[in-house]
Protein backbone atom coordinates (compact mmCIF):
# COMPACT_ATOMS: atom_id res chain seq x y z
CA UNK A 1 0.00 0.00 0.00
CA UNK A 2 1.61 2.91 -1.22
CA UNK A 3 1.54 5.72 2.31
CA UNK A 4 0.83 9.32 2.47
CA UNK A 5 4.14 10.58 0.17
CA UNK A 6 4.04 8.39 -2.49
CA UNK A 7 0.19 9.05 -3.25
CA UNK A 8 0.81 12.76 -3.50
CA UNK A 9 3.56 12.18 -5.68
CA UNK A 10 1.43 10.31 -7.80
CA UNK A 11 -1.28 13.00 -7.80
CA UNK A 12 1.50 15.49 -8.96
CA UNK A 13 2.86 13.18 -11.42
CA UNK A 14 -1.09 12.12 -12.75
CA UNK A 15 -1.53 16.28 -13.63
CA UNK A 16 2.19 16.31 -14.70
CA UNK A 17 1.12 13.45 -17.44
CA UNK A 18 -2.09 15.79 -18.43
CA UNK A 19 -4.21 13.10 -17.11
CA UNK A 20 -2.74 10.04 -18.76
CA UNK A 21 -2.41 7.15 -16.39
CA UNK A 22 -0.03 4.54 -18.16
CA UNK A 23 2.07 7.55 -18.73
CA UNK A 24 1.59 8.55 -15.16
CA UNK A 25 2.67 5.28 -14.34
CA UNK A 26 5.79 5.31 -16.52
CA UNK A 27 7.19 8.57 -15.26
CA UNK A 28 6.36 7.18 -11.74
CA UNK A 29 8.35 3.90 -12.57
CA UNK A 30 11.19 6.27 -13.70
CA UNK A 31 11.40 8.98 -11.02
CA UNK A 32 10.79 6.72 -8.22
CA UNK A 33 13.05 3.50 -9.16
CA UNK A 34 13.39 2.24 -5.44
CA UNK A 35 9.70 2.25 -4.64
CA UNK A 36 6.74 0.16 -5.79
CA UNK A 37 5.00 0.64 -8.66
CA UNK A 38 1.32 -0.07 -8.86
CA UNK A 39 -0.83 -0.21 -12.41
CA UNK A 40 -1.19 2.38 -14.09
CA UNK A 41 -5.06 2.16 -13.03
CA UNK A 42 -4.09 2.53 -9.79
CA UNK A 43 -2.90 6.98 -10.64
CA UNK A 44 -6.63 7.06 -11.78
CA UNK A 45 -8.48 5.56 -9.27
CA UNK A 46 -6.52 8.02 -6.80
CA UNK A 47 -8.05 11.05 -8.49
CA UNK A 48 -11.76 9.47 -8.84
CA UNK A 49 -11.83 8.66 -5.09
CA UNK A 50 -11.20 11.97 -4.49
CA UNK A 51 -13.65 13.32 -6.74
CA UNK A 52 -16.49 10.92 -5.77
CA UNK A 53 -15.73 10.23 -2.15
CA UNK A 54 -13.80 13.39 -1.21
CA UNK A 55 -11.37 10.74 0.87
CA UNK A 56 -8.73 8.65 1.20
CA UNK A 57 -8.13 5.91 3.70
CA UNK A 58 -5.97 7.59 6.81
CA UNK A 59 -2.67 7.23 7.67
CA UNK A 60 -1.83 6.48 11.39
CA UNK A 61 0.34 8.99 12.82
CA UNK A 62 2.05 6.39 15.41
CA UNK A 63 4.12 9.46 17.42
CA UNK A 64 3.16 9.36 20.97
CA UNK A 65 2.61 12.84 23.09
CA UNK A 66 1.55 15.00 19.78
CA UNK A 67 -2.10 15.83 19.14
CA UNK A 68 -2.44 17.27 15.61
CA UNK A 69 -3.08 20.79 15.47
CA UNK A 70 -6.24 21.97 13.74
CA UNK A 71 -5.35 24.22 11.42
CA UNK A 72 -2.56 21.45 9.64
CA UNK A 73 -4.03 19.63 6.39
CA UNK A 74 -4.31 16.66 6.60
CA UNK A 75 -3.42 13.36 3.74
CA UNK A 76 -7.05 13.32 2.56
CA UNK A 77 -7.33 17.42 2.23
CA UNK A 78 -3.92 18.12 0.50
CA UNK A 79 -4.63 15.53 -1.76
CA UNK A 80 -8.27 16.90 -2.70
CA UNK A 81 -6.44 20.24 -3.37
CA UNK A 82 -3.61 18.71 -5.44
CA UNK A 83 -5.98 16.92 -7.47
CA UNK A 84 -8.66 19.85 -7.75
CA UNK A 85 -5.66 22.52 -8.97
CA UNK A 86 -4.10 19.88 -11.44
CA UNK A 87 -8.06 19.70 -13.43
CA UNK A 88 -8.45 23.74 -12.18
CA UNK A 89 -5.10 25.24 -12.76
CA UNK A 90 -7.00 28.63 -13.29
CA UNK A 91 -9.06 28.42 -9.84
CA UNK A 92 -8.93 30.94 -7.62
CA UNK A 93 -7.22 30.09 -3.94
CA UNK A 94 -11.24 31.40 -2.82
CA UNK A 95 -13.00 29.09 -5.36
CA UNK A 96 -10.08 26.11 -4.35
CA UNK A 97 -11.28 26.27 -0.79
CA UNK A 98 -14.46 26.43 -1.21
CA UNK A 99 -14.79 23.77 -3.94
CA UNK A 100 -12.56 21.41 -1.48
CA UNK A 101 -14.35 22.36 1.94
CA UNK A 102 -11.27 23.63 3.62
CA UNK A 103 -10.05 27.10 4.79
CA UNK A 104 -8.32 30.04 2.68
CA UNK A 105 -4.95 29.81 4.72
CA UNK A 106 -5.28 26.36 4.17
CA UNK A 107 -5.54 26.03 0.26
CA UNK A 108 -2.52 28.73 0.16
CA UNK A 109 -0.48 26.33 3.00
CA UNK A 110 -0.75 22.90 0.60
CA UNK A 111 -0.17 24.86 -2.86
CA UNK A 112 3.04 26.86 -1.23
CA UNK A 113 4.17 23.32 0.35
CA UNK A 114 4.25 21.72 -2.71
CA UNK A 115 5.68 24.67 -4.36
CA UNK A 116 2.57 25.75 -6.44
CA UNK A 117 3.20 29.55 -7.94
CA UNK A 118 0.07 31.24 -9.37
CA UNK A 119 1.72 32.67 -12.32
CA UNK A 120 0.22 35.56 -14.67
CA UNK A 121 -0.51 36.01 -18.46
CA UNK A 122 1.99 38.55 -20.61
CA UNK A 123 0.61 40.84 -22.73
CA UNK A 124 1.96 40.03 -25.47
CA UNK A 125 2.04 41.83 -29.53
CA UNK A 126 0.57 39.55 -31.89
CA UNK A 127 2.68 38.45 -34.42
CA UNK A 128 1.85 37.96 -38.51
CA UNK A 129 3.63 35.60 -40.24
CA UNK A 130 6.38 37.36 -42.34
CA UNK A 131 7.26 39.07 -38.95
CA UNK A 132 10.10 36.64 -37.78
CA UNK A 133 12.09 36.94 -40.87
CA UNK A 134 11.75 40.74 -40.78
CA UNK A 135 12.64 41.05 -37.31
CA UNK A 136 15.77 38.18 -38.04
CA UNK A 137 16.85 40.33 -40.96
CA UNK A 138 16.89 43.54 -38.61
CA UNK A 139 18.54 41.92 -35.32
CA UNK A 140 21.47 40.03 -37.89
CA UNK A 141 22.20 43.84 -39.67
CA UNK A 142 22.28 45.76 -36.19
CA UNK A 143 24.59 42.81 -34.71
CA UNK A 144 27.06 43.18 -38.07
CA UNK A 145 26.83 47.18 -37.11
CA UNK A 146 27.82 46.72 -33.55
CA UNK A 147 30.48 44.83 -34.84
CA UNK A 148 31.88 47.34 -37.02
CA UNK A 149 31.15 50.24 -34.57
CA UNK A 150 31.35 49.47 -31.13
CA UNK A 151 30.00 52.34 -30.21
CA UNK A 152 26.54 52.54 -32.18
CA UNK A 153 24.29 52.56 -29.66
CA UNK A 154 25.04 55.15 -28.04
CA UNK A 155 24.33 57.20 -31.00
CA UNK A 156 21.03 55.66 -31.80
CA UNK A 157 17.68 57.63 -31.00
CA UNK A 158 15.19 55.60 -29.86
CA UNK A 159 11.39 57.26 -30.00
CA UNK A 160 7.95 56.07 -29.54
CA UNK A 161 4.46 57.85 -28.43
CA UNK A 162 2.21 56.41 -26.17
CA UNK A 163 -1.32 57.79 -24.65
CA UNK A 164 -1.76 57.97 -21.16
CA UNK A 165 -5.04 58.49 -19.25
CA UNK A 166 -6.27 58.23 -15.57
CA UNK A 167 -7.24 54.66 -16.37
CA UNK A 168 -3.94 53.85 -15.42
CA UNK A 169 -2.31 50.38 -15.94
CA UNK A 170 -3.75 47.51 -17.75
CA UNK A 171 -4.53 45.32 -14.36
CA UNK A 172 -3.28 41.19 -14.51
CA UNK A 173 -4.82 40.41 -11.46
CA UNK A 174 -7.45 38.23 -11.89
CA UNK A 175 -5.64 35.98 -14.73
CA UNK A 176 -3.78 33.34 -13.00
CA UNK A 177 -2.24 29.61 -13.75
CA UNK A 178 -1.51 27.10 -10.52
CA UNK A 179 1.38 25.11 -11.56
CA UNK A 180 4.87 23.97 -9.61
CA UNK A 181 6.42 25.08 -13.22
CA UNK A 182 6.43 27.92 -15.46
CA UNK A 183 4.14 27.55 -18.12
CA UNK A 184 4.94 30.76 -19.54
CA UNK A 185 1.21 31.66 -20.20
CA UNK A 186 0.58 34.29 -22.26
CA UNK A 187 -2.11 36.77 -23.45
CA UNK A 188 -2.29 37.21 -27.08
CA UNK A 189 -3.19 40.92 -27.98
CA UNK A 190 -3.94 42.05 -31.16
CA UNK A 191 -4.05 45.90 -30.49
CA UNK A 192 -1.95 48.65 -28.46
CA UNK A 193 -4.52 50.18 -26.25
CA UNK A 194 -5.57 54.22 -26.98
CA UNK A 195 -5.57 56.52 -24.38
CA UNK A 196 -6.39 60.53 -24.08
CA UNK A 197 -2.87 62.44 -23.52
CA UNK A 198 -0.28 61.47 -26.03
CA UNK A 199 3.11 61.80 -25.51
CA UNK A 200 6.21 61.64 -27.65
CA UNK A 201 9.78 60.90 -26.04
CA UNK A 202 13.27 59.87 -26.91
CA UNK A 203 16.10 57.90 -26.09
CA UNK A 204 19.88 58.81 -27.12
CA UNK A 205 23.04 58.66 -25.50
CA UNK A 206 21.78 57.93 -21.37
CA UNK A 207 19.19 61.01 -22.20
CA UNK A 208 15.93 61.36 -22.30
CA UNK A 209 14.33 64.02 -25.12
CA UNK A 210 10.88 65.27 -24.22
CA UNK A 211 8.31 64.88 -23.10
CA UNK A 212 6.60 66.54 -25.90
CA UNK A 213 2.64 66.80 -25.34
CA UNK A 214 0.39 66.62 -28.16
CA UNK A 215 -3.40 66.82 -28.52
CA UNK A 216 -5.56 64.41 -31.09
CA UNK A 217 -4.23 62.45 -33.37
CA UNK A 218 -1.08 61.94 -34.85
CA UNK A 219 -1.38 62.86 -38.85
CA UNK A 220 1.77 63.12 -41.00
CA UNK A 221 1.74 66.53 -41.34
CA UNK A 222 1.74 66.91 -37.81
CA UNK A 223 4.40 64.40 -37.01
CA UNK A 224 6.44 66.61 -40.23
CA UNK A 225 5.86 69.40 -38.07
CA UNK A 226 7.25 68.01 -34.59
CA UNK A 227 10.44 66.84 -36.44
CA UNK A 228 11.14 69.76 -38.70
CA UNK A 229 10.23 72.15 -35.75
CA UNK A 230 10.80 70.97 -31.63
CA UNK A 231 13.16 67.47 -32.76
CA UNK A 232 15.93 70.30 -33.39
CA UNK A 233 15.86 71.99 -30.58
CA UNK A 234 15.82 68.92 -28.46
CA UNK A 235 18.68 67.67 -30.21
CA UNK A 236 20.20 70.86 -30.11
CA UNK A 237 21.12 69.87 -26.44
CA UNK A 238 23.82 67.36 -27.23
CA UNK A 239 27.50 67.82 -28.52
CA UNK A 240 28.39 68.25 -32.36
CA UNK A 241 29.81 64.45 -32.41
CA UNK A 242 26.41 62.69 -31.62
CA UNK A 243 24.62 64.55 -33.65
CA UNK A 244 26.97 64.13 -36.31
CA UNK A 245 26.42 60.43 -35.95
CA UNK A 246 23.08 59.78 -34.88
CA UNK A 247 21.27 57.33 -36.45
CA UNK A 248 17.11 57.76 -35.80
CA UNK A 249 14.44 55.05 -35.42
CA UNK A 250 10.79 55.60 -35.31
CA UNK A 251 8.38 52.27 -35.78
CA UNK A 252 5.40 51.81 -38.25
CA UNK A 253 2.67 53.92 -36.97
CA UNK A 254 0.87 55.66 -39.77
CA UNK A 255 1.82 58.99 -39.18
CA UNK A 256 5.55 57.83 -39.28
CA UNK A 257 4.90 56.06 -43.10
CA UNK A 258 3.86 59.26 -44.41
CA UNK A 259 5.21 60.22 -47.62
CA UNK A 260 6.08 63.89 -46.71
CA UNK A 261 7.66 62.43 -43.35
CA UNK A 262 9.59 59.71 -45.50
CA UNK A 263 11.09 62.09 -47.69
CA UNK A 264 12.00 64.91 -44.64
CA UNK A 265 14.18 61.82 -42.66
CA UNK A 266 15.61 60.85 -45.98
CA UNK A 267 16.67 64.43 -46.18
CA UNK A 268 17.58 65.22 -43.03
CA UNK A 269 19.29 61.65 -42.23
CA UNK A 270 20.28 60.39 -45.47
CA UNK A 271 20.36 56.81 -44.82
CA UNK A 272 20.97 56.93 -41.50
CA UNK A 273 17.61 56.30 -40.06
CA UNK A 274 15.13 52.84 -38.89
CA UNK A 275 11.25 52.52 -39.87
CA UNK A 276 8.91 50.76 -41.82
CA UNK A 277 10.14 52.11 -44.78
CA UNK A 278 13.68 53.48 -44.49
CA UNK A 279 16.69 52.91 -45.53
CA UNK A 280 16.95 50.27 -42.64
CA UNK A 281 13.37 48.33 -42.07
CA UNK A 282 12.09 48.34 -39.13
CA UNK A 283 10.41 44.90 -37.70
CA UNK A 284 6.34 45.58 -37.06
CA UNK A 285 4.90 44.71 -34.33
CA UNK A 286 8.03 44.56 -32.42
CA UNK A 287 7.77 46.42 -29.13
CA UNK A 288 9.37 43.75 -26.83
CA UNK A 289 12.98 44.61 -29.23
CA UNK A 290 11.65 48.80 -28.35
CA UNK A 291 13.45 50.22 -25.56
CA UNK A 292 10.94 52.93 -25.17
CA UNK A 293 8.00 50.36 -25.18
CA UNK A 294 9.90 47.51 -23.07
CA UNK A 295 11.24 50.07 -20.63
CA UNK A 296 9.92 54.03 -20.75
CA UNK A 297 6.56 53.67 -20.78
CA UNK A 298 5.68 51.01 -18.05
CA UNK A 299 8.52 52.62 -15.85
CA UNK A 300 6.37 56.15 -16.40
CA UNK A 301 3.09 54.39 -16.01
CA UNK A 302 4.24 52.91 -12.75
CA UNK A 303 5.20 56.02 -11.42
CA UNK A 304 2.31 58.21 -12.79
CA UNK A 305 -0.60 56.49 -11.86
CA UNK A 306 1.16 55.28 -7.94
CA UNK A 307 -0.85 58.18 -6.68
CA UNK A 308 -4.03 58.63 -9.56
CA UNK A 309 -4.08 62.21 -11.25
CA UNK A 310 -7.04 64.27 -10.95
CA UNK A 311 -6.84 66.29 -13.96
CA UNK A 312 -4.89 66.38 -17.26
CA UNK A 313 -2.55 68.95 -16.22
CA UNK A 314 -1.91 67.01 -13.30
CA UNK A 315 -1.11 63.84 -15.24
CA UNK A 316 1.33 66.02 -17.14
CA UNK A 317 3.31 67.38 -14.54
CA UNK A 318 3.80 63.51 -12.99
CA UNK A 319 4.67 62.53 -16.50
CA UNK A 320 7.41 65.45 -16.41
CA UNK A 321 8.69 64.80 -12.86
CA UNK A 322 8.78 61.04 -13.69
CA UNK A 323 10.78 61.73 -16.50
CA UNK A 324 13.02 64.48 -14.91
CA UNK A 325 13.76 61.79 -12.67
CA UNK A 326 15.52 58.91 -14.56
CA UNK A 327 18.78 57.99 -14.72
CA UNK A 328 21.69 58.21 -16.84
CA UNK A 329 22.13 54.74 -16.06
CA UNK A 330 18.75 53.44 -16.23
CA UNK A 331 18.57 54.10 -19.85
CA UNK A 332 21.93 53.16 -20.80
CA UNK A 333 20.95 49.71 -19.32
CA UNK A 334 17.86 49.79 -21.18
CA UNK A 335 18.93 51.01 -24.87
CA UNK A 336 22.03 48.87 -24.56
CA UNK A 337 22.76 45.54 -21.99
CA UNK A 338 18.81 45.13 -21.85
CA UNK A 339 18.61 45.53 -26.09
CA UNK A 340 21.61 42.76 -26.09
CA UNK A 341 19.76 40.70 -24.10
CA UNK A 342 16.22 41.02 -25.44
CA UNK A 343 17.67 40.60 -29.17
CA UNK A 344 19.40 37.16 -28.47
CA UNK A 345 16.22 35.93 -26.50
CA UNK A 346 14.69 37.07 -29.96
CA UNK A 347 16.58 34.98 -31.74
CA UNK A 348 16.56 31.89 -29.67
CA UNK A 349 13.00 32.22 -30.19
CA UNK A 350 12.84 31.83 -33.76
CA UNK A 351 11.97 35.29 -33.37
CA UNK A 352 9.00 35.23 -32.32
CA UNK A 353 7.52 36.00 -29.08
CA UNK A 354 9.72 35.80 -26.08
CA UNK A 355 9.07 37.81 -23.60
CA UNK A 356 7.32 35.27 -21.74
CA UNK A 357 10.37 33.87 -21.06
CA UNK A 358 13.16 35.85 -20.21
CA UNK A 359 13.36 37.11 -16.50
Known amino acids: MANYSEKTDMVLIFGECHQNSRNAAALYAERYPERYHPPHNYFLRIVINLRENGELP ?40 REVGVSVGKAHSILKKHKFHAYRPNIIQH ?10 TFIAWLMVKIQEEPLFLNYVC ?65 YLDFLS ?13 TRMNLFFQQDGAPAHNAIIVREYLNQTFGHKWMGTYGPVQWPPRSPDITPLDYFLWGHLKTVVYANPPIN ?28 LRRMEACVENNCNNFEQFIE
Open 229 to 241: NTLPTFLDEFNLD
Open 127 to 136: LIPDDSDRRL
Open 312 to 339: IEDLKNKIIIACSELTQDQIITATQREL
Open 158 to 222: WTDESKFTNNGVINKQNNRYWSDTNPHWTNDSNFQHVWGTNVWCGLLCGRLLGPYFYNGTLTGRR
Open 58 to 97: AIVNHRRNRRPRVHEPNENEELQVLAYIQINPHSSVRNLA
